[in-house]
């Protein structure tokens, strides 16, 4: 349990569409905090359906974005 205390936290997106209920009602279900960010998308897109580059959020840009602040991905992508 010690060491489970010691560790840094880690950021969490949590891409969803308001039309994806199951989806929707998790990540909304979360308190947003320092290490939390919810990305809503209006419509019913699930899964690989929200990385699309005309979706309002960017999605693969914040997930570049994520990696690199949380484990360092090399930017050069």
Do not use: R
């Not at 569409?17 to 209006?42: F, M, R």
């Not at 959020?57 to 570049?64: D, F, K, N, Q």
């Amino acid at each position: 349990m010690d060491e489970l205390i010691d560790i840094e936290p880690v950021g969490v997106l949590c891409f969803y569409a308001t039309g994806d209920a199951e989806s929707a009602q998790t990540c909304e279900s979360i308190e947003v905090n320092e290490n939390y960010t919810p990305v809503k998308y209006e419509g019913n897109y699930h899964g690989m359906m929200l990385i699309q580059p005309e979706l309002e959020h960017e999605p693969l840009t914040m997930i570049m974005e994520f990696l690199d602040a949380t484990v360092g991905w090399d930017e050069g992508y």
